[in-house]
Structures are given as C-alpha cells and as structure tokens.
C-alpha cells in the first residue's frame, strides 16, 4: 500500500552535483505543489497513482519512487526520512515514497505501480531480499535504474542494479564478533545467537558477518544454538528462552543478537530465568535509545552505531549520483561504522538516533 507522499521544491543551483543534506526535514519542503504544468513523469506519476496522493513536485527535475518496507511508523523510518525529504528538495528530485510494513506481496504490487509510472529512478529498501528479483527484472526491462538503500540485495541480483548505499551489514557483523572475540579474551565459551528476520539480507549478513570472525579469529567460542528474533524484542525473549533451555544455562555465558532490540528481548529471558547479567558476555548491533543504555549500564557489553540519518541522506544522493552522472560500475557507499563499548557510549560522536 502506498502511505506517505512528499511534494518537494527543491532548485538545482547552477553546476551543483551534489548538495548534502542532514538533520530534520524543513516543513517548507513538504508544501503542496502549485497548480502549474506539471512534468511528463508527473504526469505518468498520476496515471499510476489511483490508490494514493499525486507524488512530487513539478518543479522538480527528477521523478523517483522510493519503496521502502518501513516509514515513521518505526523509529529508525523515523529518523531516515528527513535527511531523505530534505536530501530531494535540494536536489530537485521528486519522491513518491511508500511503505510495504516488510510485506513482500505489497513491496511487488508497489513495484509495478513504480514501473507503469515510469520515473526516472526507483530506490528500493527489500522488504525480503530474496522475493525482489521480479520487481529489479522489470525495472531493468523498462530501462528504470535502481539503487537499493539501507539492506543490499542478494550477490546474485546485484546486476539488475546500479547501486548501493547504506550499511555494512556483513561488517557489522564482523565487528560484533570482533567485541565478543575481545571480551572473551581466549577463554572458551558457549553462546547462543539470536538471528534477525529469516529471509531478510541485512539479517543473513549480519549472521554471516559474525560466525565467520568468530569460526576465524576466536574458535574459543562455540555457537551452541540459533533462533531467529524476527528484529522483535518479545520473539527474541522467547528465542533465548528455549535456547537456553535446550543446551542448558549453565553452558552458556555469552549472547549475540543482531539489533539491540533483540539483545534487548534476549537480556530479559536472561532476567526472568534469574542468571546474572554479570556472568554473560553480550553483544549487538545498532546503538539505538534503547541499545546504549545497556550499554552505559553494563547490561550489554557492546554494539555497533548505526546513523538512521546518513541511511536516509544517501538513498538520495546516490541514485542523483546515477541520474547525473552515469557511472559505469556499480556505486557502493558504506556508512562509518563505531564500535560501542562503556568506554565511549556517551561520546557525542555515536549519539543514538532511533
């Protein structure tokens, strides 16, 4: 279903590439249009937009759909889209945004939408990294480029598309293993992992990221059992819970879970089963309100930092990359990625923003 719409004003100063964009949106790029002209791809826009609000601005130089599996209805949406509202305005580019809620058959039907629509650029969050295929394919065939933000899509799909920006998600992965190797300090010790969505890329890749340092650098510590969480912290709670029943508690004293809320859901079948806190080592990713807390507390030993903000930005600016300048290999942007431990959880550098 398509949820949210944004008119843009935004002008292109003279010979400007790239204007970059951060913080909150600025309420005046999300006035309504006037009632000039519009484009052709406004137009077109129009034309395939029966089940929502007219997108984009007709000032606007470029038309570009965004579909995305989560908006303002979860924090991190929250925090993603006003660097990417404002990132459009600047640059002229007119967003159709929507929000599939990480249903894979409302992502599809939003695709086609997006491809009769025929845009100038089509930027996509998978909702399930392994259902897309079909929406690239047809993107491909319409001559549409598309780039994909925040959860790269599969090793095998990455030719249907001309870029990616958002986080390591396999180096985050790395680096929680690294936090776990280095708390570990040789010794040996059993843990339990609590996976993200099955299906989801950014899952797969953390999970990936994180076994092959730990098989690699710190063979000291055994992978017991692993539960997917579903990135929900009460299906994580249960997770642990049968975890720790099935290989026993007392095997156990260490946690990796791949989002602070899911070490946050892991942290409380720790609780409830009565173990000390103490005796665990655990580790995540995110640095989120609710992750750097535990953190400061001791809770959670570390976790990864995470910008919302430079995710929303950059969906923008790389596909305005593509449109403008026509790259011929494919664009990937990392964002920085910060180990957060006790040490350095306040520093304003990793401050939380979702």
Known sequence: MITRRFRFVGLLAAGALILAACGGADDDATDTADDDTTTDAADDADDADADGEQAGDPDGEFEVFALLPQGSDQPYGTTYLPPMEEAAAELGINLTITNSQYDADTQASECEVAVAAQPDGIILWPAVGDTIRPCLAAANDAGIPVTITNSDVNPEDADLTRGYSGPDTYGQGVASAELMCEAAAGEEIGIIVV????????????????????????????????????????????????????VGPENVQGIYAADDTMAAGAIDAVVARGLDLNDLI?????????????????????????????????????????????????????????????????????????
Request: contains cysteine; negative net charge; glycine residues 8%.
């Open 282 to 354: 655990i580790t995540s990713i995110g640095n989120t309100f609710l992750g750097n807390p535990l953190v400061v507390d001791g809770s959670l030993d570390g976790t990864v930092f995470q910008s919302s903000s430079w995710d929303g930005e950059n969906a923008v600016t790389t596909m305005y990359e593509i449109l403008t300048e026509d790259p011929a290999e494919r664009i990937v942007r990392f964002m920085p990625q910060t180990k957060v431990t006790a040490a350095n959880a306040d520093d304003p550098d990793v401050a939380p923003e979702w």
């Open 195 to 246: 996976n993200g969505l099955t299906g989801n890329s950014t899952a797969i890749n953390r999970r990936d990221g994180f076994v092959d340092t730990v098989e690699a650098e710190c063979p000291n510590v055994e992978i017991l059992a692993e539960q997917p969480g579903d990135w929900n912290a009460d299906d994580s709670q249960i997770a642990a819970s049968e975890m720790l029943t099935a």
